[in-house]
């Protein structure tokens, strides 16, 4: 099993930038693929990014293509989105989560999750 902790949210004017981080514990991150999801207020929670366990394969929902970029460095156990560009509608609660099936960046069915960090973008 895999503990995932998130940090890095907080409050950007649009435009701006953030990094969230997703720490892992308990068992090593090459085991996993990883992926972002977000959950808007009143929304469903949807995919954002995904990345296998090498990093050579990344996966993005069309809203962020171009504007956020997932990686990892597997020997600090940490996965990152740098989110640039920010704008209101990015405002969300943002998830880590972790998928046993370490060679596909699946947009659902994930095994593990973090408990989240809210990005709020004001406009």
């Known amino acids: 099993q895999v503990q995932l902790v998130e940090s890095g949210g907080g409050l950007v004017q649009a435009g701006g930038s953030l990094r969230l981080s997703c720490a892992a514990s308990?068992?090593?991150?090459?085991?996993?693929?990883m992926a972002w999801f977000r959950q808007a207020p009143g929304k469903e929670r949807e995919f954002v990014a995904g990345?296998?366990?090498?990093?050579?394969?990344?996966r993005y929902a069309d809203s962020v293509k171009g504007r956020f970029t997932i990686s990892r460095d597997n020997a600090k156990n940490t996965v990152y989105l740098q989110m640039n560009s920010l704008k209101p509608e990015d405002t969300a609660v943002y998830y880590c989560?972790?998928?046993?099936?370490?060679?596909?960046?699946?947009?659902?069915?994930?095994?593990?999750w973090g408990k989240g960090t809210l990005v709020t973008v004001s406009s």
């Open positions: 308990g068992r090593t991150l090459s085991s996993y693929a």
């Open positions: 989560a972790a998928d046993r099936n370490h060679m596909v960046v699946a947009t659902d069915g994930m095994d593990y």
């Open positions: 990345i296998i366990w090498s990093g050579s394969r990344t």
